[in-house]
């Protein structure tokens, strides 16, 4: 027999009492209506609110088009974003990780949507992602047309959120990347922000080890906490690769995310070429102290970490390339080039000089 007391109370449970509060997500709601409205572009068709996002591709622009769809999250850098209550910029990482997967494609991204999964929903962080979102968006001239916000009870820890963003672009059927990458293309990096959003358990378990916390100076950007410093958020590529490529300089790109250059750079190549980089560049700050912090081998960093290359064009003009994208603002590394491979082998990244991790 059950010794259990049955609830005897006369009033009935609510949604409140299991742990969602519908009023706080409706707040959150209302509170990004500004941001995401900011983010608004030709094609757009109604507004947040509805079952569904529509949009109009003929009223974008496009002719004969091609849909390229692409998601990815923000990884273990959501850990750094909770302990240090900076939740401003990862709602860029989120936009800028699955944007700048996009434009390595030819694609001009048209629309995102986001999912924010939580315990209970705090509607001041929630709207400060949400913010960085529509920042992201903004910047890439994508527009946030919708998203879902899931509170679930007992699934996250206290204050601990996760995120997934979706995107999709467009791009004329004849002007898809890669086209036709040769062997004589050149590579030309683009610098990375910082860490961007790959590699954070190894952050993480470098910091633990070292003693360190988040509310430390950063030994590699002194006027920074390690928190602010970690945090600066993923760099958005999409203007300047959609550039180049609409004026027919490109032949091809790779973002540099899980992987590094190795396990990126080969995904775009042919079949019978390989990518020779030999010519180095020296690694940013944060991760030459990384390296040196954590005893972490050159190989690895560049198997884990963009290490301060954030973007390979293919170029096959790469003088009128590397003056274009001066005139851009960017400060372009010049890398190597594709050659042939032996024996029509897979596509394999050829680094005859790896760059120097040695901090200071």
């Given at each position: 027999?059950?010794n ?7 009033e009935?449970?609510t ?22 409205k900011?983010?608004?572009r ?28 692409c ?11 909770i ?31 986001d ?10 962080d ?6 960085g979102?529509?920042e992201?968006?903004?910047?890439s ?6 998203g879902e916000?899931?509170?679930m ?32 293309d050149?590579?030309i ?12 358990s ?5 910091l633990?080890t070292?003693?360190?916390k ?5 030994p ?21 690769v959609?550039?180049?490529h ?6 091809g ?5 899980g ?5 990126n ?6 079949q019978?070429?390989k ?7 020296t690694?940013?700050?944060v991760?030459?102290?990384l390296a040196a ?8 960093m560049?198997?884990v ?20 994208l001066k ?17 029509g ?6 680094m ?8 200071p």
């Amino acid at each position: 027999m059950s010794n259990s007391t049955p609830d005897t109370r006369t009033e009935g449970l609510t949604y409140r009492e299991a742990g969602v509060d519908i009023e706080a997500g409706d707040a959150l709601v209302e509170a990004i209506k500004p941001a995401a409205k900011a983010t608004t572009r030709s094609g757009v068709m109604g507004g947040l609110g509805g079952f569904g996002a529509l949009f109009d591709l003929k009223a974008a622009g496009f002719t004969d088009p091609v849909l390229v769809s692409c998601t990815d999250g923000v990884g273990t850098k959501l850990n750094l974003a909770i302990d240090s209550g900076l939740h401003d910029t990862v709602g860029i990482d989120l936009v800028a990780m699955c944007v700048n997967d996009l434009v390595v494609q030819g694609a001009e991204p048209l629309f995102f949507l986001d999912y924010f999964a939580t315990g209970k929903l705090a509607v001041e962080d929630a709207t400060k992602v949400v913010r960085g979102i529509a920042e992201g968006c903004r910047l890439s001239g994508c527009a946030l047309v919708g998203g879902e916000t899931a509170e679930m009870p007992g699934m996250y820890a206290a204050g601990h959120y996760d995120l997934a963003g979706f995107s999709v672009g467009a791009a004329e059927r004849n002007s898809l990347l890669p086209g036709t990458i040769s062997p004589g293309d050149a590579l030309i990096g683009l610098p990375a922000s910082g860490v961007h959003s790959n590699g954070f358990s190894l952050v993480r378990r470098i910091l633990e080890t070292a003693g360190l916390k988040l509310s430390d100076a950063a030994p590699f950007a002194p006027d920074q906490t390690l928190a602010e410093a970690l945090m600066t958020p993923t760099r958005l590529y999409v203007q300047q690769v959609l550039t180049l490529h609409r004026e027919g300089l490109l032949s091809g790109a790779a973002h540099i995310t899980g992987g590094g250059l190795p396990g990126n750079l080969p995904r775009v190549l042919p079949q019978g070429t390989k990518a020779v980089i030999d010519q180095t560049w020296t690694p940013l700050p944060v991760f030459r102290w990384l390296a040196a912090t954590g005893n972490v081998a050159p190989e690895e960093m560049l198997r884990v970490f963009n290490s301060g290359i954030g973007m390979i064009l293919i170029t096959p003009k790469p003088e009128e390339t590397l003056a274009r994208l001066k005139t851009l603002g960017e400060t372009p590394i010049p890398l190597g080039r594709i050659e042939i491979a032996t024996n029509g082998a897979a596509p394999i990244l050829d680094m005859t000089t790896l760059p120097d991790f040695a901090w200071p």
